[in-house]
């Protein structure tokens, strides 16, 4: 039985938790348990399915020795060790210390954001992007879904793709994914955002587009993630700088960029782009003085 110690003050420390339960454990926890230990600034880095395989288990089990420790999943143990064993300034923004004035900390907010484009841009997989992009020129439908920091880039790409003459979709509540998934056809499209590749509200919704026999596709910070299981084509980029956030800050920028290189493909390889910028260039200037 797991019992919730969240909020009480008196609780030991998660990494405590760990070495004092770990007897108690099933074989296949005991291994994630000994793993943790080792190394658990680099299991900070690490997707759950990453930590499933360095510890020769599965996600699955990843979860179920978080609940053993009283938390509720894999991120809550994340953040855990993070209070543990980072300054409270790392948790924000890298390399940003207590004495650092606030020209020093815009610098290296904004040189963080460039050095993750820079990665992004040398380790993309244009191919991938490529057939992503044919896909939605295709597919008579493509539905984005995201939740969280990610959900306002799915907005804003569905939007953008609409623009050109795509029929593009975005709902902001993940109920409405999830049922909007489920009615998508062979042909239609399911594109996932999110960072971490392990978002319940987002696996659902994808599990319920690859049921629907939909193409699926995704844009994530992780190489192995249970979104990454599930989907065709996955574009992956993303820094260890940002993996250990409570919320995504630098991947943002870097997804909304490869969300600007898939719409631009798009545009260049659908016959529809000119006619619908036309008429989309018409209504905007109306809108402006």
């Known amino acids: 039985m797991t019992v919730r110690v969240e909020g009480d003050a008196a609780a030991p420390a998660v990494l405590e938790r760990i070495r004092a339960l770990s007897a108690s454990l099933s074989s296949a926890e005991q291994r994630v348990a000994r793993q943790v230990l080792a190394d658990p600034v680099a299991m900070i880095h690490q997707s759950v399915s990453e930590l499933a395989q360095v510890s020769g288990s599965s996600p699955a089990t990843v979860v179920r020795f978080c609940q053993s420790l009283g938390l509720r999943g894999y991120q809550e143990l994340k953040l855990a060790l993070i209070r543990e064993t980072l300054p409270v300034e790392r948790q924000l923004v890298d390399e940003v210390s207590a004495a650092d004035g606030p020209d020093e900390i815009a610098g290296k907010v904004l040189g963080g954001a460039a050095s993750a ?173």
Not at 123 to 141: E, K, M, Q, S
């Open 117 to 289: 484009l820079t990665e992004a841009a040398r380790g993309i997989d244009g191919g991938v992007l490529a057939a992503i992009a044919d896909l939605v020129v295709a597919a008579p439908r493509t539905l984005f879904v995201a939740v969280g920091t990610s959900a306002p880039l799915a907005m804003d790409a569905a939007y953008r793709l609409t623009t050109v003459g795509v029929d593009a979709r975005f709902a902001g509540d993940a109920h409405v994914q999830h049922v909007t998934a489920r009615m998508l056809a062979a042909g239609d499209l399911c594109v996932a955002v999110s960072h971490t590749g392990s978002t319940a509200e987002t696996l659902a919704a994808m599990r319920a587009a690859v049921d629907a026999g939909a193409h699926t596709a995704a844009i994530t910070s992780f190489a192995r993630s249970p979104l990454t299981e599930l989907v065709r084509h996955a574009v992956v980029v993303g820094s260890r700088e940002t993996a250990y956030r409570i919320e995504a800050m630098t991947s943002r920028i870097v997804h909304l960029s490869v969300l600007d290189a898939l719409f631009a493909l798009v545009v260049v390889r659908s016959p529809r782009s000119p006619g619908a910028l036309a008429m989309i260039a018409d209504v905007i200037v109306e809108h402006r003085m």
